[in-house]
T-cell receptor
Framework: KAGVTQTPRYLIKTRGQQVTLSCSPI?????VSWYQQTPGQGLQFLFE???????NKGNFPGRFSGRQFSNSRSEMNVSTLELGDSALYLC?????????????FGPGTRLTVL | LAKTTQPISMDSYEGQEVNITCSHN???????ITWYQQFPSQGPRFIIQ???TKVTNEVASLFIPADRKSSTLSLPRVSLSDTAVYYC?????????????FGTGTRLTVIP
């Protein structure tokens, strides 16, 4: 079974631009979560989508948004990029019937904002 | 939602047992305790999960006292490949909240 895939793997943008990142979960997984990882703040939760609905949301500004499609694929969007948005963005999926709700992470998208 | 506190870093020699303790004083009745491991340039990987007492699998053990306000991840006979960051999370698995607060984790360095 294929793992979680994320595209693109690397991205360079300039301040003020916007960016869209994509995540394809493991087949059959209906929950997709997004995380931001930086050296200073560690791994921080952005939001989770389950069956096309946002189920949980972290403490990030409204510039960060996401959505999930009927095939469970998800996108996250960051508008008006700031230098501090440079980070590794990780996507994770889980199976709703998994008793422990284990998350499976993708390789991440490395975003650099210049 | 419960938050956790764990040491920022730990060092250990190869072959030793390593115990990483996590504090979660505000754990709720429906919360489970989950540990993840992360290697550089990779996403975290699930290690073990428990609710109370002791849980053991092929890679680790998880000890949870009766009051559940803390938990200890035990790694037997660590090797250099166990050098990684370890995260402790608590939350309700039914709502997905067991996967929300990773924080900065504990950076374990195994020394030859």
């Amino acid at each position: 079974k294929a793992g979680v895939t994320q595209t693109p793997r690397y991205l360079i943008k300039t301040r003020g631009q916007q960016v869209t990142l994509s995540c394809s979960p493991i087949s059959g997984h209906r929950s997709v979560s997004w995380y931001q990882q930086t050296p200073g703040q560690g791994l921080q939760f952005l939001f989770e989508y389950f069956s096309e609905t946002q189920r949980n949301k972290g403490n990030f500004p409204g510039r960060f948004s996401g959505r999930q499609f009927s095939n469970s694929r998800s996108e996250m969007n960051v508008s008006t990029l700031e230098l501090g948005d440079s980070a590794l963005y990780l996507c994770a999926s889980s199976y709703p019937g998994d008793i422990r709700n284990e998350q499976f992470f993708g390789p991440g998208t490395r975003l650099t904002v210049l | 939602l419960a938050k956790t506190t764990q040491p920022i870093s730990m060092d250990s020699y190869e072959g030793q047992e390593v115990n990483i303790t996590c504090s979660h004083n505000n754990i709720a009745t429906n919360d489970y305790i989950t540990w993840y491991q992360q290697f550089p340039s990779q996403g975290p990987r699930f290690i073990i999960q428990g609710y109370k007492t002791k849980v053991t699998n092929e890679v680790a053990s998880l000890f949870i006292p009766a009051d559940r306000k803390s938990s200890t991840l035990s790694l037997p006979r660590v090797s250099l490949s166990d050098t990684a960051v370890y995260y402790c999370l608590v939350g309700d698995i039914r709502t997905g909240a067991n996967n929300l607060f990773f924080g900065t984790g504990t950076r374990l360095t195994v020394i030859p």
